[in-house]
RNA sequence: GGACCAGUAGCGUAGCGGUUUAACGCGCAUGCCUGUCACGCAUGAGAUCGCGGGUUCGAAUCCCGUCUGGUCCGCCA
C-alpha cells in the first residue's frame, strides 16, 4: 500500500473538517490546470472533493499534479480550508471546502478512457458499455444501483431472519426435468454420457426442505434458464426465494407485504400501505387483458358483447354468436388522431394476435366509423354510453376468442397508456392476482398443461374436478371442462405493470400430487424424490419467490434489469466483456467424453 | 425461428435527392494561462464509413448477403 493511506472519505468533507489534514484515496474525476494553480477533483464511492495545488506553496507536489490525467489513481494529503470569497460551488456536496494538496503520489495512471466516467448522463452504445464493464460501473449511475440493490438484498436479508427465516444454500448442479424452460447442461467427467442441468429455481428442494421440518426458508437463488432474452429477462436471474410451513396463502401474503414495506422503507424512504390490493385472474384480464395489469393508470377494458350481438355489422356478431367476445377500449382524447395513427394501432392489434381493429371517433355530432353504417342509431348511442364515449374519444374494439381479445386489447392498452403518457413516475403499485387457473389447455398438444407450476394446490372446493375431469362429457379445453374450471392456490405479485414475483399453496399429499401429473401426462421425474419424501410426513407448506433484477431496476428507475445486474450478458447470451461463451480445448471436451456436430453453416476456428 | 431499428476517428452525432480534402461537439497530444469547477485560448494527431459481394465512369450513400448490438413476437415464469 501507498504511503499516502487514507484516513477519510472524499464525498464526507465540509466544514465540520476545516483546519484537519486528512489523506484521501481516489480516481482523478475531473482535471483543471490552469497553469498556476491545478484543480483536482477527487472521487472516492462516497462522493467528489476539490484538491487544489499552488506551485508556490508545494512546488513538488503541483509538478506531480500537472501529469495527473482522467481517472489517475491518486493519494492526496493535504488541509481542508474554506473556499476562498465566491468560489464555493452549490452543485457539489463538499463544495464549501477543498483540500490545499501537499503531497501527491500516483497510485496508478490510466490509459484514455474509451468513454468518460465523469458525465452521468452519456450516450453511449450499450455495447460499449458492457465490453468495458468495469468503468461502466465506475460511472456515479450504475454505482447508485449497484448500491441499491446492496442495500435491498441486505434488507430482505434483516427481514426474514427476524421473522424465523433460515436462509439455506442449494445446490447448482442438479437434474435435467423435461417440462418448462430449456436447461443449462453441464456434463460429467465422472459419469460419461451424463449431465447435470443448472436450477431453473430451487422449487423441489425448498419443498423437500419442509418436509425437513425447516419450516421456514429463503435463499437469494441464482436461477437459469436457456431461452431467449428480453429487456427484463436474462439467462441468469436472482430470485428471494421462500418457502413456509404450516401456513394459509393470507400468512404468505402479510410476511412478503412486510417484507417489500420493509425494503421499500429501509432504502427508498418509500411507505407502502397495507394490504396490497388483490385481482382474481378472472378479474384482471376481463379488465385489463392481461394477468399482470398496471393500475397506475385506468383505460379499462368494456365487454360489449351483448350490445353488438343483434347489430347488422357480421364479424361482431358472429363472433359473439361462436361463443366469442367484443371488447373496447376508450382511448379519451384521441378523436383527433391521424389515419396513420390509426393504422400504427391496427397493425399493433394484429401483432398481438387480433384479426383487426375496429374504431369508431366520438365527435359532438356523432360517432364516426368506417363501421357505422351497420349500426342502428339507437345500438350506436348504447355503445356509446357503455364506453362512456365523449366528443374526442376514440374508441377501439377487438372481437375474438376471450384469450386473443385480451391479449390484443390489454396490450394496446398499455402502448396508449405510454404514449399518451397516462403513466404517472415516481409510483409503486403493487397488487396481487389470485385464483389463477390449475391447468392451461393447449389446443396444438392437445392437453392440459400446468398453468403456473405442477407443484401447485387446487383450491380445496375444487378438488374434486381433477376426478370429474376423467368422466366428463365436455370437450377438453372448453369452458364446461372441469380442469379448466379448476383454479388453483396460485399467485402473482405486480408491480407497475410486472410480473415480480409468484408463488403458491403446494400439493403436499402424494395422492393429489400423483393424480394432477397424471393430468398433465406428466413423468413426476426429478419430483419423483419429493413424492416418496411427502410419504413421511410432509407438512402443509406454500411459498413465493420474487424476482430481485425486475424489482431493484423498477425501484432504482433503470431501463432494464442488465443496469441493475453487475455483469449481465446481451440479447444474444453473451458475455462482452469476458467473451463467454467461448470454444474450449478439445481436450476438455475428450475428457467429457463430448463430441461437439456444429450445425450447417456455423463459423468453424 | 420471425419482424423492426442501429452500426461513420476513443465517445456522441452529421453527411445517405451519387462525384468535394468525409463535417461538428466531446475526448486525446503539444503550447499558453494562478481561483477553476463541463476552466479558457491556440495548434495538431486521429476514420480501410461493421464485414463481404454487386450495380456504376464514380458508393459512407443504391442493391443483395452477412456479423454485432438493441426492441418486440414466438419461446420463457
Not at 497 to 515: C, D, L, P, T, W
Not at 556 to 578: E, H, N, Q
Request: proline share 7%; hydrophobic share 40%.
Amino acid at each position: 500500500m501507498p504511503d499516502l493511506r487514507r484516513d477519510h472519505h472524499c464525498g464526507e468533507l465540509g466544514t465540520p473538517q476545516i483546519g484537519q489534514t486528512v489523506t484521501l484515496n481516489g480516481w482523478a474525476h475531473r482535471v483543471r490546470d490552469l497553469g498556476g494553480l491545478i484543480f483536482i477533483e477527487l472521487r472516492d464511492r462516497s462522493g467528489v472533493v476539490q484538491v487544489a495545488f499552488n506551485p508556490q506553496e508545494t512546488p513538488e507536489a503541483h509538478a506531480l499534479a500537472a501529469q495527473v490525467r482522467s481517472e489517475y489513481v491518486l493519494g492526496v494529503r493535504g488541509v481542508v480550508r474554506r473556499r476562498p470569497e465566491g468560489t464555493v460551488n452549490p452543485n457539489l456536496k463538499t463544495g464549501e471546502v477543498e483540500v490545499a494538496g501537499e503531497a501527491l503520489e500516483i497510485l496508478n495512471p490510466a490509459k484514455p478512457l474509451p468513454f468518460p466516467i465523469a458525465d452521468e448522463e452519456i450516450h453511449v452504445e450499450e455495447s460499449t458499455r458492457l465490453r468495458y464493464r468495469y468503468l461502466d460501473l465506475r460511472r456515479a449511475p450504475m454505482q447508485r444501483l449497484l448500491e441499491l440493490r446492496h442495500q435491498v438484498t441486505s434488507a430482505v436479508r434483516e427481514f426474514l431472519n427476524g421473522e424465523g427465516f433460515w436462509e439455506i444454500e442449494t445446490p447448482l448442479l442438479m437434474k435435467s426435468t423435461p417440462e418448462g424452460a430449456r436447461d443449462y447442461l453441464v456434463p460429467s467427467r465422472v459419469n460419461p454420457g451424463e449431465f447435470y442441468a443448472l436450477p431453473q429455481s430451487p422449487q423441489l428442494l425448498k419443498q423437500t426442505l419442509m418436509v425437513s421440518g425447516v419450516e421456514r426458508y429463503y435463499q437469494l437463488a441464482r436461477c437459469l434458464r436457456d431461452e431467449d432474452l428480453r429487456a427484463d429477462r436474462q439467462p441468469e436471474h436472482t430470485q428471494v426465494d421462500m418457502e413456509m410451513s404450516f401456513v394459509t396463502r393470507d400468512d404468505i401474503f402479510d410476511v412478503t407485504e412486510r417484507l417489500w414495506q420493509h425494503v421499500f422503507r429501509k432504502t427508498l424512504g418509500v411507505e407502502l400501505a397495507l394490504p396490497f390490493p388483490r385481482l382474481t385472474y378472472a378479474e384482471a384480464m376481463a379488465r385489463y387483458g392481461s394477468d399482470k395489469p398496471d393500475l397506475r393508470f385506468g383505460l379499462e377494458l368494456v365487454d360489449v358483447s351483448s350490445l353488438v350481438a343483434e347489430t347488422e355489422f357480421k364479424v361482431f356478431a358472429a363472433t359473439v354468436a361462436a361463443g366469442g367476445q367484443v371488447k373496447g377500449i376508450n382511448a379519451k382524447g384521441c378523436g383527433s388522431f391521424s389515419r396513420k395513427e390509426i393504422d400504427d394501432l391496427v397493425e399493433m392489434s394484429k401483432e398481438y394476435g387480433a384479426k383487426g381493429l375496429a374504431y369508431v371517433i366520438v365527435e359532438a355530432g356523432g360517432l364516426r366509423s368506417p363501421i357505422a353504417k351497420f349500426f342502428r342509431e339507437e345500438q350506436l348511442a348504447a355503445l356509446a354510453a357503455a364506453m362512456n364515449a365523449e366528443p374526442g374519444d376514440l374508441l377501439l374494439f377487438v372481437a375474438d376468442q376471450p384469450e386473443v381479445v385480451a391479449n390484443a386489447l390489454g396490450r394496446l392498452r398499455v402502448h396508449l397508456g405510454r404514449q399518451l403518457g397516462l403513466i404517472p413516475s415516481g409510483e409503486f403499485c403493487f397488487l396481487w392476482v389470485v385464483d389463477f387457473p390449475l391447468f392451461e389447455y393447449k389446443p396444438e398438444e392437445g392437453r392440459y398443461t400446468f398453468m403456473h407450476n405442477p407443484v401447485s394446490a387446487p383450491h380445496p372446493e375444487h378438488l374434486p374436478l381433477l376426478e370429474a375431469g376423467w368422466h366428463t362429457d365436455a370437450a377438453p379445453g372448453s369452458p364446461a371442462h372441469p380442469w379448466t374450471q379448476a383454479l388453483s392456490l396460485q399467485y402473482d405479485l405486480v408491480l407497475n405493470g410486472s410480473e415480480v414475483a409468484s408463488g403458491s399453496i403446494r400439493n403436499h399429499r402424494a395422492e393429489v400430487q400423483k393424480q394432477i401429473f397424471a393430468i398433465l401426462g406428466m413423468d413426476p421425474g426429478l419430483a419423483g424424490f419429493l413424492l416418496e419424501a411427502f410419504e413421511y410426513g410432509a407438512p402443509p407448506h406454500g411459498g413465493i419467490a420474487p424476482g430481485l433484477d425486475r424489482i431493484v431496476a423498477i425501484m432504482g428507475g433503470a431501463d432494464s434489469i442488465r443496469d441493475v445486474i453487475a455483469f449481465p450478458k446481451t440479447a444474444s447470451a453473451t458475455d462482452l466483456m469476458m467473451g463467454a461463451p467461448s470454444p474450449v480445448d478439445p481436450k476438455q471436451l475428450q475428457e467429457l467424453h463430448i463430441r461437439v456436430v456444429p450445425p450447417p453453416g456455423a463459423k468453424q476456428d
